[in-house]
């Protein structure tokens, strides 16, 4: 596995050196003191869910809260009111009513955009299309 560059600009840690991106310093906190008490509830719930399936970072930009596998960031999260809304980048497409969209990013990948108002809404089914995600996230670029 090649190892990882860190921007000397903005310590953003990226899979390929030089990587083009937006040189921005966002923490996690600033987002999280912005969401409601309900909003931030449904956060650690998702991501305690996520960690039971594998390691991953943080990637915060001004408006969401990447969440980033060795090789690529795999799912975003945001707050609104006291909704957690979010992608996960999935390698198939998923038929649900649980996503509110599902577009093609890439011949192999599809981003499902999904809204969750309730902890019971992170359950195994969506633990499994988090496990998916968290794949893509660790996997070489195709």
Known sequence: ??????????????ARAGQKHVCERYSADTLLDAATPAARSLYHALLGRLAQLGPFDLAP?????GLRGERRIFAGL????D?????????????????????????????????????AEIDDEFSGWMAESLAIGHEQAR
């Open 1 to 14: 596995m090649a190892e990882k560059w860190t921007c000397p600009d903005c310590d953003r840690v990226f």
């Open 61 to 65: 930009t001004r408006r969401q809260i």
């Open 78 to 81: 945001s707050f609104q009111g």
């Open 83 to 119: 909704q957690l809304r979010g992608y996960l980048d999935i390698p198939r497409r998923v038929d649900s009513p649980r996503f509110r969209r599902v577009s093609d990013y890439t011949h192999h990948l599809w981003v499902h955009h999904f809204v969750i108002g309730d902890v």
